[in-house]
């Protein structure tokens, strides 16, 4: 699959493909002031749509992901496309400790599932994250404040089914200024569908919606 609007992008088997989070996401990306000054993070890259899009926008540009195949497909894309991004395979900002960023730009794992932990060595490590669906999200809250400059901003993106307002207040109480500056109702995917029954159980799910899910963007900024 493709970067949306744009030239289809590497998708091999066990990379994320770009989907309507990520294109929620390059609409927020699209909204804040980028320039060849502006030093972005791509947490999670996938297969590097969002980074290729902000190097394409003049930033400087790196991407970490923790799966190898991620992180070769991600500079094979940006060597077809002819974006300069320096792509790092790491957990999260391990990748990068010490270095701070003007805009930090996540599309994490983010589906709750039935598993204790997020799985290591299959392709829904690309989308799984614990019975709650925040292994990642929390993460990325968390670690933020460290890989942001003063007054730099946190694109976040995830659905609504791990708790948008525990995502809102854990960036409050890390010092962010967050809100959720877009939305999006999108059918379930074929990962959603199999485990409606679960999530209904979960109390994650009501009767009312349980064929749709809202994906959220949230803009947090660091004081």
Do not use: K
């Not at 991004?85 to 794992?109: E, I, K």
């Not at 983010?110 to 929390?138: C, L, M, N, T």
């Amino acid at each position: 699959m493709g970067t949306p609007g744009h030239s289809p992008l590497l998708t091999p088997p066990g990379v994320y493909a770009p989907q309507d989070d990520t294109e929620l996401l390059l609409r927020a990306l699209a909204r804040e002031r980028v320039d060849p000054s502006t030093h972005v993070l791509d947490l999670g890259t996938g297969s590097g749509a969002l980074a290729l899009r902000a190097a394409g926008l003049g930033a400087r540009v790196t991407a970490v992901d923790i799966a190898w195949r991620a992180v070769l497909t991600t500079r094979l894309n940006a060597l077809i496309a002819r974006r300069r991004v320096t792509v790092l395979r790491g957990d999260l900002t391990a990748a990068v400790r010490g270095r701070t960023y003007d805009l930090v730009v996540s599309n994490p794992p983010y589906v709750p599932s039935p598993g204790a932990r997020p799985p290591r060595h299959s392709p829904a490590r690309a989308w799984d994250a614990g019975p709650d669906g925040r292994a990642f999200v929390d993460r990325v809250c968390d670690e933020a404040p460290t890989a942001l400059r003063t007054g730099g901003v946190l694109l976040l993106v995830h659905s609504a089914l791990c708790g948008t307002l525990a995502t809102l207040r854990r960036l409050a109480d890390a010092g962010f200024d967050a809100s959720v500056t877009d939305r999006a109702v999108i059918p379930f995917g074929p990962v959603l569908s199999t485990r409606r029954g679960w999530l209904r159980h979960q109390g994650l799910l009501s009767p009312d919606h349980d064929d749709r899910e809202e994906l959220v963007v949230i803009r947090a900024q660091h004081a």
